[in-house]
């Protein structure tokens, strides 16, 4: 059983940074795949960010494609979601997710662990 925590949201304006972190435990941190999730009140759970078990491959949505960088690290048992130029549309429950060995997967169905979520705010 995986254990993700994260960390690092918080109410920001426009056009700043910020960086999620995600901390797991209670398994072999480099078998998974990890992504980041988003949810925004009333709307679906949509995939933000993904990233391969050695960092070699990510996969980004198109909404932050140029603005997030996902990155990993193992060694730390880690995963990070580096945010620039945030906008009020960013603003949702951001989520942590694990996924069994394979290849990186955009659904929230793939993932088999998830954290409890942290709530980021971007004013305008």
């Known amino acids: 059983q995986v254990q993700l925590v994260e960390s690092g949201g918080g109410l920001v304006q426009a056009g700043v940074s910020l960086r999620l972190s995600c901390a797991a435990s209670?398994?072999?941190?480099?078998?998974?795949?990890m992504g980041w999730f988003r949810q925004a009140p009333g709307n679906e759970r949509e995939f933000v960010a993904a990233?391969?078990?050695?960092?070699?491959?990510?996969r980004y949505a198109d909404s932050v494609k140029g603005r997030f960088t996902i990155s990993r690290d193992n060694a730390k048992n880690t995963v990070y979601l580096q945010m620039s130029s945030l906008k009020p549309e960013d603003t949702a429950v951001y989520y942590c997710?694990?996924?069994?060995?394979?290849?990186?997967?955009?659904?929230?169905?793939?993932?088999?662990?998830w954290g409890q979520g942290t709530q980021v705010t971007v004013s305008s």
């Open positions: 990233i391969s078990w050695n960092g070699g491959s990510t």
């Open positions: 997710a694990a996924k069994k060995l394979g290849v990186i997967a955009t659904t929230p169905g793939a993932y088999d662990y």
């Open positions: 209670g398994g072999t941190f480099s078998f998974y795949v």
